[in-house]
């Protein structure tokens, strides 16, 4: 079986402490229990949860919907973002089956990023290394005011932000997350294609902006 694998990166710095870190919490959970329900997710989705603050953890390895656990998240310390970066792109080539002679490899990851600040550390270096694997469609979201975007640009084409880091605007994005994985997975297989933009996917809801 061809699996679909999305990653989420999620900031969990001490700047994301009190309602964004619940909120993105209750996101995680709103995303598993509404793919749980898709027969083509169920099926095709798998899922990790990297979080970056002073450090870059892998705190859930890529696993199938059904015995996914929503790890408990506390917002601490700074936001190694690069380090974040650097951890992804060890996971990918871990974790994603290639395609070999004989087989079909996984189809490429689904990533969506979230951080509501500026990388503490060298990201150009985790930059450099995600580049050398194969990944598919990027989404980094900068939530609140204090995201930079220009960074995230660089690291990715497709940059939404949300005005504020609240409950309600960090559901209404995992909402949006959940549709594009189920709308992937859907793709990948009826279609046997590829998500590679953001025309493959559901419009984003009004509380998340495309940046351009």
């Given at each position: 079986m061809r699996r679909l694998p999305v990653y989420l990166v999620l900031d969990t710095s001490?700047?994301?402490?009190?309602?964004?870190?619940?909120?993105?919490?209750n996101g995680v959970q709103l995303l598993v229990s509404t793919l749980?329900?898709?027969p083509y997710a169920l099926e095709t989705a798998f899922l990790s949860v990297i979080t970056f603050d002073s450090n870059a953890r892998q705190v859930m390895p890529l696993s199938e919907l059904a015995t996914f656990q929503t790890p408990n998240l506390?917002?601490?310390?700074v936001t190694a973002f690069g380090a974040a970066l650097a951890l992804l792109a060890e996971r990918i080539e871990a974790e994603v089956a290639k395609t070999t002679a004989d087989a079909k490899g996984d189809w490429k990851p689904l990533i969506f990023m979230m951080t509501d600040g500026s990388p503490t550390d060298d990201w150009r270096r985790g930059l450099d290394a995600l580049k050398k694997v194969r990944t598919g469609m990027m989404i980094a979201c900068?939530?609140?005011?204090s995201a930079e975007t220009t960074i995230l640009k660089q690291i990715t084409e497709i940059v939404v932000a949300l005005d504020t880091a609240d409950a309600n605007t960090i559901k209404a994005f995992f909402k949006w997350v959940s549709a594009s994985v189920s709308t992937g997975s859907q793709k990948v297989d009826q279609a046997r294609k590829e998500v590679t933009g953001l025309d493959d996917l559901p419009p984003p809801?009004?509380?998340?902006?495309?940046?351009l």
């Open positions: 001490g700047s994301m402490s009190g309602e964004p870190i619940e909120a993105v919490k749980r329900q898709d506390v917002a601490t310390g900068a939530a609140g005011q809801p009004p509380e998340v902006n495309l940046v």
